[in-house]
């Protein structure tokens, strides 16, 4: 069994010392901003397998997200169903997970989102880490598998819903 394969599995069923760090994580992270750039990623298999590399122009970020439906505003209450409003359970279309790489893109308008994954929840919040590009570094134009990151066509994709998280929110995942 290789190295990121037993982390995963490690993951998956998790012994009592990792629940323990598990959870002073979270405890931590409730006290960060909502932000918080971070040096090198959580669950290095998962950003591996996005495309995250440990050099130059990459960059991890953590974002905190409430958990739950989305809220919508409340119409003035004379005349109307209360039921017929949606304001109770109102699911929106996109997943957090595209809400929170919407989020950070928004943040850091320089950088392209390549993807993100999951790194803990707790009853309010879910935690992803986005994993984002310098498009304008000279280590990510002279790449030739990370080329395609500094076109005009690849600019804002996550808006578009070109990133993982997006293309299976629109249906395009199995």
């Not at 990121?4 to 599995?9: A, H, T």
């Not at 971070?38 to 970020?61: C, H, N, S």
């Not at 439906?69 to 209450?77: A, F, T």
């Not at 990151?149 to 990133?163: A, E, I, Q």
């Amino acid at each position: 069994m290789g190295l990121y394969q037993k982390l995963k599995e490690m993951v998956r069923k998790p012994t009592e010392e990792l629940k323990s760090i598990n959870k002073s994580r979270l405890i931590e992270w409730r006290r960060e901003n909502r932000f918080e750039r971070i040096e090198r990623p959580t669950k290095i298999d998962k950003a591996r397998k996005l495309g995250y590399k440990a050099k130059k122009g990459f960059v991890i970020i953590r974002v905190r997200i409430l958990r739950g439906g989305r809220s919508r505003p409340l119409y003035g209450r004379k005349g109307r169903k209360p039921s017929k409003s949606g304001v109770k359970g109102f699911t929106p279309t996109k997943s957090l997970q595209w809400i929170a790489e919407e989020r950070v893109q928004r943040k850091y308008p320089n950088l392209e989102v390549l993807g993100s994954y999951e790194v803990g929840r707790d009853g309010r919040y879910k935690w992803f880490e986005v994993i984002m590009v310098d498009p304008n570094q000279p280590e990510i134009k002279n790449n030739k598998n990370l080329k395609w990151v500094t076109s005009k066509k690849n600019r804002r994709r996550v808006f578009r819903g070109l990133t993982s998280s997006g293309k299976k929110a629109r249906g395009l995942r199995n």
